[in-house]
């Protein structure tokens, strides 16, 4: 994995586990982490994510806009995936070596009705539909995230 790609996964698991309210403090526990960034490369991270601020009842906050990064983390899911294969019952997704959780954590935060759940291994994700006529629309999904990456 990227070093990019790691550092923006660590920044979303810091953001849905602290409270971060400034730049300064985010900045600082990736640096104690040792990833080095600078506020710049910070800001165009917060972009990409899909990262807003927000008023919380214990004062500002960034967070996880889902609908942006949603767009914005699809985009970089699909330079992982290799391959996109189906039988009558499964859609099974090829990946980078490593990488097949991340991107069944991804599928299954989607909340698509089509989909029961996945599971994943090292490099394959069992996509589990919950009806054989949604195999299409899964596939078709799938071939779409790989389109859609980061020029």
């Known amino acids: 994995m990227s070093a990019k790609l790691k550092r923006l996964n660590r920044i979303k698991e810091i953001l849905n586990n602290k409270n971060i309210s400034s730049h300064e403090g985010l ?3 990736l640096s104690e982490e040792g990833v080095q960034v600078t506020q710049a490369t910070l800001s165009r991270d917060f972009a990409e994510l899909g990262v807003i601020r ?6 500002p906050r960034y967070i996880l806009d889902s609908h942006e990064s949603g767009k914005q983390i699809a985009k970089l899911i699909g330079f992982e995936i290799l391959s996109v294969e189906h039988n009558e019952s499964m859609v099974l ?3 980078l070596s490593g990488r097949a959780q991340g991107i069944a954590h991804f599928v299954d935060r989607m909340n ?3 989909i029961l759940g996945t599971v994943g291994g090292d490099d394959t994700v069992l ?3 919950s009806s054989q006529k949604y195999i299409p629309n899964i596939v078709s999904m799938v071939k779409k995230m790989m389109t859609e990456q980061v020029g």
């Open 27 to 29: 900045v600082k526990i």
């Open 54 to 59: 927000t008023i919380t009842e214990h004062g």
């Open 93 to 95: 997704i090829r990946t």
């Open 112 to 114: 698509s009705p089509e």
């Open 127 to 129: 996509v589990i539909p």
